[in-house]
């Protein structure tokens, strides 16, 4: 598949993202049509953390997806590779420790997180089995990882409405409201090249993750898809999960109730 994001580098990337910082989270609030806070909602639900556990949220940008973890008294750790980002993000939430790194080389220890998330932010990773492999690394033994994503509608006619938004009326939008409209014009052709929520769940299982699930929102515009690292995870363990996938990747389909 020819993703977007391989036609960039992955300081191109970044300093795109440092470009349209300012004013990312409002730009994202319109183009979504308010859609965005649901969706992390259900993030936060999926994750089921508490207080006294430790949260990484990778490609956290501005940390506005780390702050419901931060407003609960739970331990936040906000990463991304864009330091114009991390810098937005430490103005407007001092309290929340922002660390910059790369999601295929994490700076942090194995087994250092009870949990690990990552919304919006997979498909601009240069190679995102790669970081899929670092998020198993860092999450402890039966810790889970959470990630909302854009996929494909599952319903043909509202697909195709989707598609004609992305190429035709995002960009125009974008135009009006964003700072660097063409960061917004990669951002939808990324979204477009992106793999559906069969094939990420697959990836996963790939990797190693067990127990994948994935929930459709809007009608399969964001998929929200969950995992977990095996209770007790070593290398042996994790290539025993691989061997052990078998059969149509539809049949990791299950709704996350939680």
Not at 7 to 29: G, H, I, L, S
Not at 48 to 57: I, N
Not at 80 to 91: H, I, P, W
Not at 215 to 221: F, S
Request: charged share 25%; aromatic share 8%.
């Amino acid at each position: 598949m020819n993703r977007a994001s391989l036609d960039k580098r992955p300081d191109e990337v970044a300093t795109m993202f440092d470009d349209v910082a300012p004013k990312y989270d409002v730009v994202n609030d319109v183009l979504s049509m308010g859609q965005t806070r649901r969706w992390r909602k259900v993030v936060v639900e999926a994750m089921e953390v508490s207080k006294g556990q430790r949260v990484l949220d990778l490609a956290a940008g501005t940390g506005t997806s780390s702050e419901p973890y931060a407003d609960a008294g739970i331990d936040v750790v906000a990463c991304d590779f864009s330091l114009g980002m991390l810098k937005v993000g430490k103005r407007r939430r001092p309290d929340i420790n922002f660390v910059a790194g790369d999601a295929t080389n994490l700076p942090f220890a194995d087994n250092s997180f009870d949990a690990t998330t990552i919304s919006f932010g997979l498909r601009n990773v240069n190679e995102p089995k790669k970081a899929l492999l670092e998020m198993l690394r860092v999450t402890k033994p039966g810790g889970r990882l959470v990630i909302a994503e854009f996929s494909q509608p599952v319903v043909p006619l509202w697909r195709t409405m989707y598609t004609e938004y992305l190429m035709r009326a995002l960009p125009a939008i974008a135009t009006k409201v964003a700072s660097n409209p063409d960061a917004y014009v990669y951002l939808a052709e990324s979204i477009r090249a992106w793999p559906d929520q069969d094939h990420l769940a697959a990836w996963l299982q790939e990797s190693g993750w067990e127990k994948v699930t994935y929930r459709n929102l809007t009608g399969g515009i964001v998929a929200v898809h969950r995992a977990f690292k095996a209770a007790e995870s070593t290398p042996d363990n994790a290539a025993a999960a691989i061997a052990a996938h078998k059969g149509p990747v539809a049949k990791l389909r299950r709704n996350i109730t939680r």
